[in-house]
T-cell receptor, first 114, second 112 residues
Framework: KAGVTQTPRYLIKTRGQQVTLSCSPI?????VSWYQQTPGQGLQFLFE???????NKGNFPGRFSGRQFSNSRSEMNVSTLELGDSALYLC?????????????FGNGTRLTVT | EDQVTQSPEALRLQEGESSSLNCSYT??????LFWYRQDPGKGPEFLFT???AGEEKEKERLKATLTKKESFLHITAPKPEDSATYLC?????????????FGAGTRLAVHP
């Protein structure tokens, strides 16, 4: 069974640009969460999607947005990139939300903003 | 405020030298505690889930235990391939949702 797939693996962007990251969850998983990981802040929750609806959102500015499609695939978008947005962006999936089962993570997209 | 603290930040062991990693938490409405392993450049890999105090889980050289305030990840006779960052995450019910709070991790280096 294929794991969580994130594309692209690496991205280099310039300040002010925007970026879209993609995530395909494990087959049958309908809940997708996004996290930002940096050396200083660790893993920080961005948002969670289920049935194409955002269920929960972390404390990030509105420049960070996401969506989920009917096949459970998800994308996140960051507009007007800042240097501080450089991070590893991780997508995680689970069968459904709130069922206390573990999240399964992809290998992330490494975003570098110059 | 919900909080998860892992210690030590970094740990260096000789091959075969057993030790323990600590994860202490203060959350309301604990739903579960998860341990993950993360290798450089990769996403966290799920290891264990613990739901209630007194519970223990084992996998190869790793054993996770849970009390009401902390969890331990015991590593018995580690090998160099056990070198990784170990992350603890606590799932708490807050504001109508489950939320997952991660600790900062323990970087483990096992030397031959």
């Amino acid at each position: 069974k294929a794991g969580v797939t994130q594309t692209p693996r690496y991205l280099i962007k310039t300040r002010g640009q925007q970026v879209t990251l993609s995530c395909s969850p494990i087959s049958g998983h309908r809940s997708v969460s996004w996290y930002q990981q940096t050396p200083g802040q660790g893993l920080q929750f961005l948002f969670e999607y289920f049935s194409e609806t955002q269920r929960n959102k972390g404390n990030f500015p509105g420049r960070f947005s996401g969506r989920q499609f009917s096949n459970s695939r998800s994308e996140m978008n960051v507009s007007t990139l800042e240097l501080g947005d450089s991070a590893l962006y991780l997508c995680a999936s689970s069968l459904v939300p709130d069922n206390n089962s573990p999240l399964h993570f992809g290998n992330g997209t490494r975003l570098t903003v110059t | 405020e919900d909080q998860v603290t892992q210690s030590p930040e970094a740990l260096r062991l000789q091959e075969g030298e057993s030790s323990s990693l600590n994860c202490s938490y203060t959350v309301s409405g604990l739903r579960g505690l998860f341990w993950y392993r993360q290798d450089p450049g990769k996403g966290p890999e799920f290891l264990f889930t613990l739901y209630s105090a007194g519970e223990e889980k084992e996998k190869e050289r790793l054993k996770a235990t849970l009390t009401k305030k902390e969890s331990f990840l015991h590593i018995t006779a580690p090998k160099p391939e056990d070198s990784a960052t170990y992350l603890c995450a606590v799932q708490a019910f807050s504001g109508g949702y489950n939320k997952l709070i991660f600790g900062a991790g323990t970087r483990l280096a096992v030397h031959p």
